[in-house]
C-alpha cells in the first residue's frame, strides 16, 4: 500500500517558521522525483517546490523562492520543507507528491505526479 504521510504544520506568527516532513513507504519512493503543493481555501492546488530523486535537482515557485527550502532525508524517503518568513498569503494545506518513477527532475506540473498525502495544515497569524 502506497503512502505519504505529511507533519509538522501548525500555526505560526507572520516571520515565523516551520518544517514540514513527508514520509514514503509503500515503494521505492527514494527513486521518485517528489515535491509540495498547496491548496487554499476557494483557490486551487498550486505548486510550492519540487526536487528530484537524487535531490540534486529543485524548483520552487516564485512566491516562495528565497524562504522556503526542499530536501531529502539521508534515506531518500522522506522529503522536507522548511518553511522560513512564513507570511499571510501562504496558509494552506500542504500536500506531499510523488512521481510514479524516477524521472530525473523538478516537476512543477501537478498532472505528473501519481501520489499524494492527506495534507498537513499551515496557519500563519498576524
Known amino acids: 500500500q502506497v503512502q505519504l504521510v505529511e507533519s509538522g504544520g501548525g500555526l505560526v506568527q507572520v516571520g515565523g517558521s516551520l518544517r514540514l516532513s513527508c514520509a514514503a513507504s509503500g515503494r521505492t519512493f527514494s527513486s521518485s522525483d517528489m515535491g509540495w503543493f498547496r491548496q487554499a481555501p476557494g483557490k486551487e492546488r498550486e505548486f510550492v517546490a519540487a526536487i528530484s530523486w537524487s535531490g540534486g535537482s529543485t524548483d520552487y515557485a516564485d512566491s516562495v523562492k528565497g524562504r522556503f527550502t526542499i530536501s531529502r532525508g539521508n534515506a531518500r524517503n522522506t522529503v522536507y520543507l522548511q518553511m522560513n518568513s512564513l507570511k499571510p498569503e501562504d496558509p494552506a494545506v500542504y500536500y506531499c507528491?510523488?512521481?510514479?518513477?524516477?524521472?530525473?527532475?523538478?516537476?512543477?506540473?501537478?498532472?505528473?505526479?501519481?501520489?499524494w498525502g492527506q495534507g498537513t495544515q499551515v496557519t500563519v497569524s498576524s
Open positions: 507528491e510523488a512521481r510514479s518513477g524516477r524521472f530525473g527532475s523538478a516537476q512543477a506540473r501537478a498532472s505528473a505526479y501519481a501520489f
